[in-house]
């Protein structure tokens, strides 16, 4: 059984940065495509950024510039460098990972910016 388990959230301050982490685990494959979504109260789940295993990243028109996803296929984990955030980013972001026809999402991790 595959498991991706997210880490790294918290309360971050307007124009603050947090490093999100997602880690693989359990029955692993050599997943060709990972990402991250998030999704706020009342909104539709959103991707956020993808990168396949040679390294090819794709990013929402929103955190273009800002976020930068990248992984470490050895480790099987998947990051998110996310830079100058903004309160209407708040939400439960989730990482992803395809195998072909075959997806796994891990449970979350909420990002919250403070007052």
């Known amino acids: 059984q595959v498991q991706l388990v997210e880490s790294g959230g918290g309360l971050v301050q307007p124009g603050g940065s947090l490093r999100l982490s997602c880690v693989a685990s359990?029955?692993?494959?050599?997943?060709?495509?990972m990402g991250w979504y998030r999704q706020a109260p009342g909104k539709q789940r959103e991707l956020v950024a993808t990168i396949t295993t040679p390294g090819n990243t794709n990013y929402a028109d929103s955190v273009k510039g800002r976020f930068t996803i990248s992984r470490d296929n050895a480790k099987n984990t998947v990051d998110l460098q996310m830079n100058s955030l903004k309160p209407q980013e708040t939400a439960v972001y989730y990482c992803?990972?395809?195998?072909?026809?075959?997806?796994?999402w891990g449970q979350g991790t909420q990002v919250t910016g403070s007052s």
């Open positions: 992803k990972a395809n195998f072909w026809a075959l997806d796994y």
């Open positions: 359990g029955n692993i494959f050599r997943f060709n495509v």
